[in-house]
């Protein structure tokens, strides 16, 4: 039999299920591959209302880790933290005397919240939000398609102001 550490994260169906399964299966491929050793662990890591929904999963209705897992997130999907999409950034602005390194902080801080970022609109939008400056008019001669060129180019720019 392998030895497996049991995970110490418990899941109690108060907080967002995929977080929860992204870390029980990063703990548990230090230790196994085998599914039905996943499905035999992840029980074990559930409390109240999640360990009660476990229980009355019908006998031999589960064949395999990813199966458990869908019906799982299933159950809990109201728990799920609303996912943000790049189109949320287009309120962002530098605010009156906001220095340029606080706005990029700012927005940089934003747009890592945000899965799938579209770069060609997060660079649009950084520009768009962002004041009258020197490096604003070097922005706009140029053509960058990557938040992180942008903002690569930008500490640069900070750095020798």
């Known amino acids: 039999m392998e030895k497996i550490k ?3 994260g418990k899941y109690d169906g108060t907080t967002d299920p995929e977080d929860y399964c992204t870390t029980f299966e990063q703990h548990m491929m230090l230790y196994t591959d085998s599914d039905a050793m996943w499905c035999k662990v992840f029980p ?6 999640a360990a009660s929904w476990y229980k009355g999963i019908e006998a031999q209705s589960i064949y395999s880790f990813r199966q458990l897992q869908a019906a799982f997130l ?3 999907v109201s728990k799920q933290k609303r996912k ?3 189109g949320e950034l ?3 602005a530098q605010r009156d005397r906001d220095p340029l ?7 940089n801080n934003e747009s890592i919240t945000i899965p799938n970022l579209q770069q060609e609109v997060a660079v649009l939008v950084l520009m768009r ?3 009258e400056c020197e490096f604003k008019k070097y922005l706009s001669r140029k053509s960058y398609t990557n938040l992180g060129d942008v903002l690569h180019k930008a500490n640069e720019y900070i750095r020798g102001d």
Request: charged fraction near 20%.
């Open 84 to 86: 943000k999409s790049s």
């Open 101 to 107: 390194r606080d706005y990029l902080t700012r927005f």
């Open 129 to 131: 939000g962002m004041q």
């Open 6 to 8: 049991i995970p110490t």
């Open 44 to 49: 074990s890591t559930l409390l109240g209302v």
């Open 74 to 76: 299933s159950r809990f």
């Open 90 to 92: 287009m309120s962002f």
